[in-house]
């Protein structure tokens, strides 16, 4: 009896010594293997960088992925890149797989095309100036049909995207993307790879149309501020059922611009300009309620003449024209460019009555024109001034420049040949202090 007491007793000492243990704080961190926040011992990132020949981050890019080790294809999920251009992959690199990664992007294509791209791809086929060796960003943005030329057939392409009359390039995407290393071969290589030894990827990305340059890339970046000017346009009120011919002409010398103008409840019967109709103009409809808008898009080069294009409509009810006509952004972008790729915005203002006489008072006449050996450029001065006759050539180069003083009423500027020294399409400006008018003249043998 007193060995199973004391048997007891002992269990009873080891009981209350066990719980003594577990009552003493314990210090988890020590009993913890720290080797499970580390990664795997064969967890390889690799940096996939897309970025536009001036640097800029390409966002929204999909980068396609595909895999093998040891013959075995890898599953990869797509990725995407950010803000500024860049996408993390991490992977296994056990047996040293590797991958090949092809970028893509097929939204907007018109972000960053313009009138502008379209005058400097004619100027490269013309033989006017040129957009570098082959294959380089320049020429591969001017490839918008993706022949391996740059032809004529690029320019219908870029414009109807432009006017709206096509949602995208009917044989590209709006971006091509090159391995920035092999960007300047003559094999343009459109993947790039991931193999051991493992390295950052590099492409570099391409707006297709964009020759210029301006497209904005990712959403950091903001259209840089421009200067405006203003298209004008014969204010009057109509009534419903009758046709009336707007003229619309610049408030200032540019050399191409393009835009959307919008008709309230105005039907466009017809639009003029020196240019090709088809090539030129957009024509689209948006019915709202109880009105009918119609909208013209415009895409003009090189235009020579005070008034850039004029259109005839059908008022469809009575109202004012400066109340039923505006420019836009929403079909086709409206801005306007000299030739040294200096951008203006467009606004959109009425011509008053007094401003009106004094156009139709001012407007030049070339007498002759055609000419061979000399000819007149006749106007009427509301009142005395000093007027400038500048000449240039259809590269912009000033040919003849001539200040004079004048009285008011009819008057004539004389001009030969000799003081021009020059054959073919010329282009005028006849400056006053109330104005500046241009137009066009042809020198013939």
Request: hydrophobic share 40%; net charge negative.
């Amino acid at each position: 009896m007193m060995k199973f007491k004391f048997v007891l007793c002992c269990l009873f000492l080891v009981v209350v010594a066990q719980a003594q243990i577990q009552q003493k704080p314990i210090d988890l961190r020590m009993d913890f293997d720290h080797s499970l926040l580390t990664s795997p011992p064969n967890e390889v990132s690799v940096l996939i960088q897309v970025k536009t020949e001036k640097g800029d981050g390409v966002e929204d890019v999909g980068l396609s992925i595909e895999g093998s080790v040891n013959g075995m294809p890898i599953s990869v999920p797509p990725l995407f890149t950010d803000a500024n251009g860049n996408a993390l992959f991490t992977f296994d690199s056990t047996g040293g797989p590797e991958f090949t990664v092809v970028p893509s992007l097929d939204l907007n294509p018109t972000n960053g095309d313009n009138v502008y791209d379209a005058y400097l791809i004619i100027s490269h086929i013309l033989g006017l100036m040129s957009l570098g060796v082959n294959p380089n960003p320049k020429q591969i943005a001017a490839d918008i049909n993706r022949s391996g030329t740059i032809t004529t057939f690029d320019i219908v392409q870029l414009r109807n995207v432009v006017l709206g009359k096509a949602p995208t390039f009917p044989s590209n995407k709006s971006w091509r993307f090159v391995d920035t290393i092999d960007i300047w071969t003559p094999f343009i290589l459109e993947e790039g790879k991931i193999a051991p030894p493992y390295k950052d990827l590099t492409f570099t990305g391409i707006k297709i149309g964009d020759v210029d340059q301006s497209a904005l890339a990712n959403s950091l970046m903001v259209e840089p501020p421009s200067d405006s000017i203003c298209f004008l346009f014969n204010n009057g009120q109509v009534l419903a059922g009758e046709e009336v011919t707007i003229i619309f002409s610049s408030s200032q010398l540019i050399d191409m611009a393009q835009g959307t103008f919008r008709f309230k409840n105005l039907e466009v019967l017809e639009v003029n300009s020196d240019f090709g109709n088809d090539t030129t103009f957009g024509l689209f409809e948006e019915t709202s309620n109880d009105d009918i808008t119609d909208i013209v898009t415009f895409l003009l080069i090189e235009f020579l003449d005070p008034s850039i294009f004029t259109v005839k409509v059908k008022a469809l009810k009575s109202g004012t024209l400066k109340d039923m006509i505006r420019i836009s952004n929403d079909y086709t972008p409206s801005m306007a460019f000299l030739k040294d790729g200096i951008k203006y915005s467009i606004c959109s203002d009425f011509v008053s009555s007094s401003a009106e006489t004094v156009q139709n008072t001012m407007q030049p006449r070339i007498v002759p024109n055609p000419w061979n050996s000399a000819t007149q450029i006749q106007f009427n001065l509301p009142q005395s001034d000093q007027v400038t006759l500048q000449v240039f050539d259809i590269q912009g180069r000033t040919l003849y420049s001539n200040i004079q003083d004048f009285a008011s009423g009819p008057q004539v500027i004389a001009l030969t040949r000799e003081q021009v020294a020059a054959e073919g399409i010329l282009m005028y400006r006849l400056s006053t202090s109330t104005g500046i008018w241009t137009g066009k003249m042809e020198v013939i043998r």
